[in-house]
């Protein structure tokens, strides 16, 4: 029996967040802008029709914009954060397996699920998030998780389907129709920089590649390559890794809303950036034997001198704790700070990271230090839980942060800040 993998995708996510809260962005050609509003990272199907294209910079679609009256959106990460917790919250309880693939996607096991009619089962999921959380969704259903996510696609890409793709409903001749209509390279792992390769023998599209010898690929081509096409073929190479996955590397790293110049607030942005890569690791449960840090000026400024550096620590023990992370990339950011430069970017890296449970203590570290460390940062990570992020901050952070990103166009957060919540009025 195949299997029964579904892929429910939030449509245009970050458009859908902001209008959740703003009806008036419906029907409007709304863009919303990445960190330091510096390129397109979603779009509205409107701004799409008008030629806005995905990662093109803002100074290049400005006078566009200007002209048509498409709306610009600051991201604003802590309210899509929360939609992505609230739309996960609802799909758990549709199926035991779970996994959460972005912050806007996540696979499904349905095996088992509604044998006579699973695109039903599916819409009621579509009807439930839409209710709960406001935002679109579509679902692509398919014996692996290649094919749900070209599930996923066909759904999305067809008013037909009402937002639901059941590839696994589909006779063998309709399922290669499909395949033999879209390009190779939206196959899930597979870039454009492949497509060259692939054509040169002779695999023009998705079909093509499905029923081409495995063997053949041996030479030219990776292991991963091999199993999407056993995946292709119904074969199951990828499975759902669940919920409770944690990752093997934790990265924090923004642009600079203004060129730092100064190795105070280029200390202050390292210290920032470790306090949430930590936040982050203890979520999972984890710790971490490596810090790795870099800095840059900016590589399209040719009027300065280019410079960047970057420099890994092994930690002397296992840990989580905050103030120990900044204690160690603060002095190495003193090894690879050069002084003169105009920087445009820092960044974080946690690494070797292990559960909690397998902790290893150093010979000589002690108990009652590991437990006060513990302690100090539970009631951290509560108080900051509970009363709002920023309540209590570490001092080499710094309270202005002049530095920090451009975001001129942000909206209010409106589920996570109590100043932000939208008030009703009564008219009497």
Known sequence: MNRSIALVDCNNFYVSCERVFNPKLK?????????NDGCAVARSEEAKALGVKMGEPWFQFKRLAEKHNIIICSSNYALYADMSDRVMSVLSKFSPNQEIYSIDEC?????????????????????????????????????SKTLAKLANYIAKKNLAFQGVCNFNAMVIQEQNKWLHKIKIEKIWGIGKQLLPKL???????????????PRILDLKFSISLKRTIYELNNIVCFKLEGTTTKKKQITCSRSFGLLITSFKSLEQSIALYVTRAAEKLRRQNSYTRSIHIYICTSPFNKK??????????????????TLTLIQFSLFGLRKI???????????????????????????????????????????????????????????????????????????????????????????I
Do not use: H
């Open 304 to 321: 300065e001198s280019y410079y960047e550096n970057s420099i890994t620590i092994p930690l002397p023990e296992q840990t989580d704790n």
């Open 27 to 35: 029907n409007k050609p709304v863009v919303v802008l990445s960190n």
């Open 107 to 143: 696979f499904l096991d349905l095996t088992g699920f509604c044998k006579d009619d699973l695109a039903t089962y599916a819409k009621k999921i579509c009807r439930c998030i839409q209710q709960q959380t406001g935002l679109p969704v579509c679902i692509g259903i398919g014996a």
């Open 199 to 213: 054509q040169q023998i002779g695999i023009y599209n998705i079909n093509d590649l499905k029923n081409i010898n």
């Open 337 to 427: 700070y050069r002084n003169g430069y105009k920087y445009q970017k820092a960044g974080v890296i946690l690494s070797k990271i292990v559960s909690s449970k397998k902790y290893q203590p150093d010979l000589f570290s002690k108990k009652e230090k590991r437990r006060k460390s513990n302690n100090l940062m539970a009631t951290l990570d509560q108080i900051n839980t509970l009363m709002g992020k920023k309540i209590l901050i570490i001092a080499a952070e710094g309270i202005t942060q002049p530095w920090k990103m451009r975001q001129n166009n942000m909206s209010p957060r409106y589920t996570t800040n109590w100043n932000d919540l939208i008030v009703a009025n009564q008219l």
